[in-house]
């Protein structure tokens, strides 16, 4: 048996450390080639945007928040105009996203603290980012990465999904996994120029392919060496 034909061997019994890791580079690669192209699936034409639409997205779909930000954003535009909103207006423009109350006070509150504390620009560190009413570390990230390129690693439910099948982290059988301690054992794995694009193609692989409910292990380009493949599709479907 070739190394190449080894490393796409689903993992038997125990694996040591050397041979997760290479697994996932190696998983990593397949993901790489099934999604050439990894975007952030939210619309935005600058960090504020995005910030705002990141914002949305809690508990949400893309999808849905790209449906009311051209009409939120034309009316608007920057984090001035957006602190002196009416409450009730800003509610109805974003109620289709959901939890419209508590997301119109977070961009009310962001909007204004931009404004006074940082000159209208959005911030480009992680604890200032995370000072901002509403923005946690999953937001901070996909802004830090998408908006200024600085390294960042988002874990979304699809992120923490898709990484505890691959057994990608140690805490895979944990029923209520910390989105921090993920964060932390992944980026040590690969180098910080990959951290925006494997999130990715990660979240790409779970909205397509390994779904919460009924994941399509018979069509998933990783099920060769997935350790959930045959647990999940059931032996008689292999």
Known sequence: MTDASSNRKRPQ??????????RMHEEYRILCQVFPEAVCALHFRNPFELLVATVL???TTDKRVNSVTPELFERYPDPA????????ELEAI????????????????????LTED?????????????????????????????A???????????????????????DWRSVHPDPVK???EICDCFPPEDWTNL??????????????????????????TCPSAEILAGPSSR
């Open 182 to 184: 993920i964060e932390h």
């Open 199 to 224: 999130s990715h193609r990660l979240i790409l692989h779970g909205r397509a392919t390994c779904h919460a409910r009924k994941p399509d292990c018979l069509h998933c380009p990783l099920a060769e």
């Open 13 to 22: 019994g125990r694996e040591s450390k050397a041979r997760r890791l290479a």
């Open 81 to 88: 105009t957006m602190a002196q909103a009416q409450p009730a």
């Open 57 to 59: 997205s809690a508990q």
């Open 94 to 113: 974003i109620h289709p996203v959901g939890f419209y109350h508590a997301k119109a006070r977070h961009l009310l509150g962001l909007s204004l603290m």
């Open 148 to 170: 200024f390129n600085i390294p960042g690693f988002p874990v979304d439910t699809h992120v923490t999904r898709v990484t505890g099948r691959l057994r990608w982290r140690t």
């Open 118 to 146: 940082y000159g209208g620009k959005v911030p480009q560190t992680m604890e200032e980012l995370t000072s901002l009413p509403g923005v946690g570390r999953k937001t901070a990230n996909v802004v830090l990465g998408n």
